[in-house]
């Protein structure tokens, strides 16, 4: 299945399967593929598909969309190309994914750390998660970039994303899903409020916002 692969400053942050004949990329909530950061237009842009083909199509976006370097307003994607919205890179690919990998059991490595914690925002809001049940009990992380990614690949990999006000939590790859005060969330951000509690691949992570 074709998918795409978002990295911030080469580093990861999510995989999406496009699944749907239209994806919209943006940082509304309402977005197919949320992507919270101001560089990025609320509706920036659209990958279609049909035919077997898929195409991306800007949306008007005030800074455009990229495939290898060139902007577009319409292009056919190929394996392989890479496209750019504000800061983000975003591969896209025909083959299997990751998760499928993961899936079949090809990936095995576990471990609970922030595998990614990028981008300096400019806002002086600070959150942090704080493990408070689990074998990790203690750790403790400053939520101080716009994204931040946990858990163990393989089973369950979840993200913190932030704009200037908030703080939201979402699924990134995995088939058990990480719990918000206990009910299961997925691929489309949350908000996070002081308090909530994450549980994730048997550790227990509380946050606060300062």
Not at 117 to 136: C, E, F, H, M, Y
Request: aromatic share 4%.
């Amino acid at each position: 299945m074709p998918h795409i692969t978002i990295y911030l400053d080469n580093d990861f942050t999510q995989e999406v399967k496009l699944n749907k004949e239209r994806t919209i990329l943006g940082r509304r909530p309402d977005s197919d593929v949320i992507i919270a950061n101001m560089a990025v237009s609320g509706r920036h842009a659209c990958l279609i598909q049909q035919d077997e083909q898929v195409t991306i199509e800007d949306l008007d976006s005030t800074n455009g969309t990229f495939v290898n370097g060139r902007a577009v307003k319409n292009a056919v994607l190929q394996d392989g190309d890479l496209i750019e919205i504000g800061n983000f890179k975003i591969k896209f690919a025909t083959g299997p994914s990751d998760a499928d990998a993961q899936e079949e059991g090809l990936t095995v490595q576990a471990s609970l750390m922030p595998m990614t914690n990028q981008d300096q925002p400019a806002t002086l809001l600070v959150g942090r998660i704080k493990v408070v049940a689990g074998p990790s009990l203690g750790r403790e992380l400053p939520l101080v970039k716009m994204v931040t990614t946990f858990g163990k690949p393989g089973v369950a990999v979840a993200a913190i994303t932030r704009d200037e006000q908030n703080y939201f939590v979402h699924l990134v790859a995995g088939v058990d899903a990480p719990l918000l005060n206990g009910s299961p969330v997925g691929q489309q951000p949350v908000i996070l409020s002081e308090g909530d509690q994450i549980t994730l691949d048997g550790n227990v992570l509380q946050f606060s916002q300062c």
